[in-house]
C-alpha cells in the first residue's frame, strides 16, 4: 500500500475507513483546553466504552431492587453472568465455548494452568520462557519451579535474541525444543511480546513442543482482542490472557484462560479446585466430592464478580459488531502507516525494533531512542500524547484499530519529529 505523509491523506483514510465510527463509541480523554489527546497506550489500558456506565449501572440497579434475588431476576441473572461473555470471547481469542472462560486475573490464571500443565518429573522439569518475557510471568514460572524443588537457575531456560538484535528468531526457538525438549516440561511464552511487539507463531511452537513431549502454554495479554489468535488452532495446551488492555474492560479486570477441548473431559488432571467449577447441577448441595463441569469452567474457583463482566460484557459486545478479522485488517494498515511515518522523519536515532512483518506483530510498534533518556517521552507527553515508555530507551506506540484514527497517528509523528528536531545539538 502507498501512504502519503500529509494531514490531508490521514483524514481522507479516516474518511474511507469503515471501522472509524466505531471510535464515537469510546471517551477520549481530553486535554485542559478541551483538545483530545492522542491516546496511543491500548496496550496498557484500554479507552472505557461509552456504553460501560449503562452496563455496570444496570447491575447496580438490579443489586438495589432484588438484593440476592438478583441471581436469578435481575435483568442478567449474575448466577449465569460469566456464560453470557463466552461466545463473544471464545470469538475474539479463535477458539470453541467449551475452551474460553472469563475469570480470576492473568497471574492467578497463570498460577492455575501451571499447576495443571506443569507436572515435572525425572530429568524432564524444566520450563522455556523468554528472557525478556513480562516480569509477572517470570515470577510465577520462578516460583512454579521453587515450589516443586527446582532450582530456577538450573530449570528455567531462557530465549534470548541473537547478540546485537532484538527479536528471537524462530529457528532459535525450534533449536533449542529440539536439543532440550527432552527436559522440557512446560513451554509458557508471551504470544505477543510486551516490549518488542514480536507476534510468535503459536502453532508452530505447540507442533515442535508436542512432538518432543512437552506441554505448550501462551500469555496472551497483548494478544486478545489486538491479533486473530485462533487458539483452538493453534493446538497449544492452555493460554491467559487480561482484558484491561485491547479489550477495554477497565483496570484491573477480570482475565481470561483458555484450555483445549481435548482436555475437557478429563477429570483425572491435577487442579486446585473451588465451588464455582463443580457440576452446576449439584453445586449447590454443598456436600458432594468435587466433580468438576466439563471444560475450562472447572478451573473457576469462586462465583464471579458481576460489576467487572459488565464493562468485559461492554465492551465484547462491541467487538462483535466490529469482527476481531476487520480489526486485525484495519491494524496493519494503522501500523503500516505509523511505520511509514516514523521512517519519513529521518532521524538516525530512531529505530523501530518492532517487526516489519504485519505478520509478526500486533498493533505496538516499539520505537528504539538511541542515546536518549526519558525527557523525549517526557515532552512528547506534555505536547499532548499518550503513550508509553520501557527502559532503557523505547517508547510503546499502539494504535488501536476500535477508536484510534489514521489523524492520530500522523499528529503522533509530527510531535515526535518537532521534539526530536529541538534536541538536535
Known sequence: MTFQNSLQYAREMDANDPLGHFRDQFHIPMQKDGTPFVYLCGNSLGLQPKSTKKSINQELLDWQNYGVEGHLQAKNPWLPYHEFLTNAMAEVVGAKPIEVVVMNTLTVNLHLMMVSFYRPEGKR???????????????????QLKFHGVDPEEGMIELKAREGEELIRIEDIEKVI???????????LGNTNYYTGQFFDMKRI???????????????????GNVDLQL??????????????????????????FVHERHAHDKELPRFAGWWGHNKETRFKMR???????GVESWQLSNPPILSMAAIKASLEIFQEAGIKNLRKKADILTGYLEFLVDNIGDDRIKIITPRDVKQRGSQLSIQVLSADKSLFDKISEAGVIADWREPDVI??????LYNSYEDVYRFSELLKEQLSATKS
Open 396 to 401: 510503546r506506540i499502539a494504535p488501536t484499530a
Open 288 to 294: 458432594d466430592g468435587f466433580d468438576p463441569i466439563p
Open 232 to 257: 483452538h488452532d493453534s493446538g497449544a495446551d492452555f493460554a491467559v490472557w487480561c482484558s484491561y488492555k485491547y479489550m477495554n474492560s477497565g483496570p484491573g479486570s477480570l482475565a481470561g484462560c
Open 125 to 143: 522439569k524444566k520450563i522455556l520462557i523468554e528472557y525478556d518475557a513480562f516480569p509477572s510471568d517470570k515470577y510465577a514460572v520462578e516460583s
Open 178 to 188: 529440539e536439543e532440550q525438549g527432552d527436559e522440557i516440561a512446560l513451554i509458557m
Open 206 to 224: 505447540t507442533k515442535l513442543g508436542h512432538a518432543k513431549g512437552c506441554k505448550v502454554g501462551f500469555d496472551c495479554a497483548h494478544g486478545a
